[in-house]
């Protein structure tokens, strides 16, 4: 099938995330023309209601949700006119007949469900759609994450969603890889010719991804004690920017292409274990302290009671093959960080012989001859920027080094264009059925089985997380992890 699928089935309706994410992507598809003609949305939910009622939450949510210049009264009521409700419970094969009455006709045009459910109703809404006639060749899947919590759980996911779909007809959901500027790694690489022959072990000294929040447990209490940052954040989001910058050059912008040398990378991260977890990661968790400048409580303090959930973690990672051999990956995640920040830092080594002198070093005012530097920066800006060596003007006999940044602001750059919400290119994408920004079951598998070897090296060494201050880049530790090897964090 070529056409892009005609009805969009959402169970989760109800939820956090459709409220603020999928409802308002959903709206700006319609309001650019991008959906399909005669589109039908049905909405699933617990909660019992019906198509008016559902609809006047769906035009709040818009409200709150969406810029004040984005809304629009026309659109927003031509809009929920096409969403349809229907309460379902997983299991309740009465309702999902009812379910399919609402989708009659429509299935040889394509169906596209998205799963905003936790993981433990995956299985269930695919057995409740497959018994009532719903799963054909057209119909798709989407499935938010968390896909399990270690290997063996996310096999068990995958297993019974695999059971009724085809690996073609499953879109697992990774909204970093709907960012602009992560998709933008790909066009970074790829379509300059200075970057690719220095990005290897030859030229590139260290790699730096952070992911860093100042929220806290943000009423994600029952989600995330038990879970925290390595499986949060790690597993899913870090490691598929971390995949993207160590892939090998796929031989096409495919789906299997892409994805194909995406999973190489990860299966080649290097394990660990109960004696390397001690040097090679580190935990943490928030106390109370400041951010923004207002006084916030610790972790155990929200919880309610102590805890030895991890909500920052630092890893050094090395990818055993022959273009990163040697080049440490440093990942550091965290809640309550100073500052809401989403970047990568791509460290080149120094020029082997400096010809400007020792070190580079000629007087006051001039610096040394730094290494460069690119720093790509996803959020809350989004720029690419590229710190170079030059000269200082003036007339000195001996050359003054200066290091100055080549700024290239996407936002600035593209100031016309309107930053669109990762989910909407990700929603495209499922209509369309294009899977290249899509999880793979073996990539999601190679991410896990990384993981879990760091989580067992954490429990066989009894490595508990170290305390640090709400406002802080997590425990001191943490900056002992690269600087001990000369370098430092990026912040």
């Known amino acids: 099938m070529t056409e892009p699928s005609a009805t969009f089935l959402l169970f989760g309706a109800t939820g956090?995330?459709?409220?603020?994410?999928?409802?308002?992507?959903?709206?700006?598809?319609?309001?650019?023309?991008?959906?399909?003609?005669?589109?039908?949305?049905?909405?699933?939910?617990?909660?019992?209601?019906?198509?008016?009622?559902?609809?006047?939450?769906?035009?709040?949510?818009?409200?709150?949700?969406?810029?004040?210049?984005?809304?629009?009264?026309d659109v927003a009521a031509r809009f929920v006119a096409l969403i349809g409700y229907q309460p379902v419970d997983a299991g309740n094969a009465d309702q999902f007949a009812k379910l399919a009455e609402r989708i009659d006709g429509r299935l040889e045009r394509g169906l596209s469900v998205y799963l905003s459910t936790p993981p433990s109703l995956f299985a269930p809404t695919a057995q409740g759609l497959?018994?009532?006639?719903?799963?054909?060749?057209?119909?798709?899947?989407?499935?938010?994450?968390?896909?399990?919590?270690?290997?063996?759980?996310?096999?068990?996911?995958?297993?019974?969603?695999?059971?009724l779909f085809v690996e073609e007809q499953i879109f697992r959901v990774d909204h970093y890889l709907g960012k602009e500027t992560v998709q933008n790694l790909l066009a970074l690489r790829f379509g300059n010719v200075m970057f690719e022959p220095l990005w290897n072990t030859t030229a590139i000294d260290h790699v730096q991804i952070t992911v860093g929040e100042t929220v806290g447990l943000e009423g994600r209490v029952s989600y995330y004690d038990g879970v925290g940052a390595l499986r949060d954040m790690v597993q899913n989001h870090m490691l598929q920017i971390l995949s993207i910058i160590a892939m090998e050059p796929p031989a096409r912008m495919d789906p299997t292409a892409v994805r194909d040398e995406k999973v190489k990378a990860l299966r080649s991260l290097r394990p660990m274990s109960a004696d390397t977890v001690k040097h090679l990661s580190v935990r943490g968790q928030y106390t109370p302290g400041a951010v923004g400048g207002q006084i916030v409580t610790g972790y155990a303090d929200e919880l309610g009671q102590p805890s030895d959930t991890e909500t920052f973690v630092a890893l050094k990672a090395y990818i055993d093959n022959w273009r990163w051999q040697g080049v440490p990956f440093y990942l550091r995640t965290g809640k309550r960080m100073p500052a809401r920040q989403s970047e990568i830092v791509i460290q080149f080594k120094p020029v082997r012989h400096s010809i400007f002198g020792r070190d580079g070093q000629h007087g006051a005012g001039g610096t040394g001859l730094e290494p460069n530097t690119l720093v790509i920066r996803l959020q809350p800006e989004e720029y690419i920027r590229l710190q170079i060596m030059t000269k200082r003007p003036g007339l000195e006999r001996q050359v003054q080094l200066e290091e100055v940044t080549l700024d290239v602001s996407l936002t600035a750059a593209f100031a016309g264009q309107r930053r669109r919400i990762a989910y909407e290119r990700l929603i495209l994408d499922l209509l369309a059925g294009d899977q290249t920004l899509f999880v793979r079951r073996d990539e999601v598998e190679a991410q896990w089985a990384w993981i879990d070897s760091i989580i067992d090296g954490w429990r066989e060494a009894n490595v508990k997380p170290a305390a640090y201050s709400s406002g802080n880049w997590g425990p001191s530790s943490a900056i002992a992890l690269i600087e001990r090897d000369g370098a430092s964090w990026h912040d």
């Not at 949510?61 to 969406?66: D, S, T, V």
């Not at 018994?131 to 297993?159: F, Q, W, Y």
Request: aromatic share 6%.
């Open 16 to 73: 956090d995330l459709a409220r603020r994410m999928i409802f308002p992507s959903l709206y700006n598809l319609l309001s650019d023309g991008l959906l399909p003609d005669d589109f039908l949305i049905v909405a699933s939910g617990r909660s019992d209601m019906d198509d008016e009622a559902f609809r006047k939450e769906v035009d709040a949510a818009l409200r709150q949700f969406l810029p004040a210049d984005r809304y629009d009264g």
């Open 130 to 163: 497959s018994e009532a006639g719903l799963i054909t060749p057209h119909t798709r899947i989407a499935m938010e994450k968390p896909i399990g919590k270690d290997l063996a759980s996310s096999k068990i996911v995958n297993d019974g969603i695999g059971a």
